[in-house]
């Protein structure tokens, strides 16, 4: 059984209830969220999960911001950040590949799409 | 040795077979079993479509009565139309019985100023508000447009009852959706009773706390 831990990191709640029942309902691994950028670096500190989907645009610290702060730090560069974002143009997908992002999916979510990707970075 | 475990032979193929009328059970022909794999593979995938809608729809009403609470009605359809079907430009018209008009109440992603009001019946909102029906563009290319609709993908009217609250105008579509599909039509029905209902009582909610 898959104890592993994915941090989701959106301000909206719509998208947040969404994931969690996708997650709760096809897989086993644990979640946990944020709303925020700024909430989404603490945490990814304090409880090191195994992967952070996240949205770009948030209030107080962007999705960018904090995808850039996890990578520059030794303690979090090593874990994969997908971004999540209504946000399809050509400008904002650049934009998450340079700010270091593994993967950049568009919303509304695919589930099979996401899960997909997710059992490729998490092996199982 | 390298083996099956208990040294024991593989159990042979089973046949499939099918329940006749009389109860008995009769051999499946090579036709018939791909017949009922196909039936299979269809019934699986229905089920999977209504997996999808529900958890979109127990997402969307979760947030509209989370609404309830924070007063933010308008917010919860925005954030429940951008991340369950796919626009950012939004905008919630009122519509008043007595004068039999609409102005507007709230929009994000769109200019506010060319939101003019607009009578029941006039362009593609004020029609579908005539109709008591929503409205997408895809399916009525011919329709007279006001100004502001020109890029208007759907109109879904807001009505609790029978009595219309207001309608929900969702112009253009993010750029990686090209056009509404089958999940998006259920939810936006789902938002034209319960969309209506929770604005209903937010109004309601604001006539209890003013002075």
Known sequence: MSTKKILLVDDS????LVNRMIFSQKTNYVLISAVDGK??????????????????????????????????????????VILLTTRGEEQYVQEGYASGCSDYLTKPVNDAELLDLLKAYLGE | MIGTGNGSRPPAKQESRIELADGNLSPLTGTEELRLRVQQL??????????????????????????LEQVDVFDAIAE?????????????????????????AWSSGVEAEALQPFLRGAGMLGHAVELGLSQFRERQP?????????????????????????????????????????????????????????IKFQRLQGKQVAP
């Open chain 1, 39 to 80: 909430e989404a670096v603490e945490r990814a500190h304090r409880e090191k999960p195994d992967l952070i989907l996240m949205d770009i645009v948030m209030p107080r610290m962007t999705g960018l911001e904090a995808c850039r702060a996890l990578k520059k730090d030794k303690e979090t560069e090593k874990i994969p």
């Open chain 1, 13 to 16: 709640c719509t998208a947040r």
């Open chain 2, 142 to 198: 011919e329709t007279t447009l006001l100004p502001f609709e020109k890029n208007l993908t759907a109109c879904v009217i807001l009505k609790s009852s029978r009595e219309i609250v207001g309608v929900v105008a969702i112009f253009g579509l993010l750029p990686q959706k090209s056009n509404l599909e089958w999940a998006d039509f259920e939810l936006l029905k789902f938002l034209e009773t319960y969309g209506a209902v929770a």
């Open chain 2, 42 to 67: 269809s019934l699986r995938e229905q089920i999977e479509r209504n997996h999808f809608l529900l958890m979109r729809l127990n997402a969307a009403n979760a947030r509209l009565i989370q609404s």
């Open chain 2, 80 to 104: 429940i139309i951008a991340n369950l079907i796919g626009s950012e430009e939004i905008a919630v018209f009122d519509y008043h019985p007595a004068e039999q008009n609409f102005s507007l």
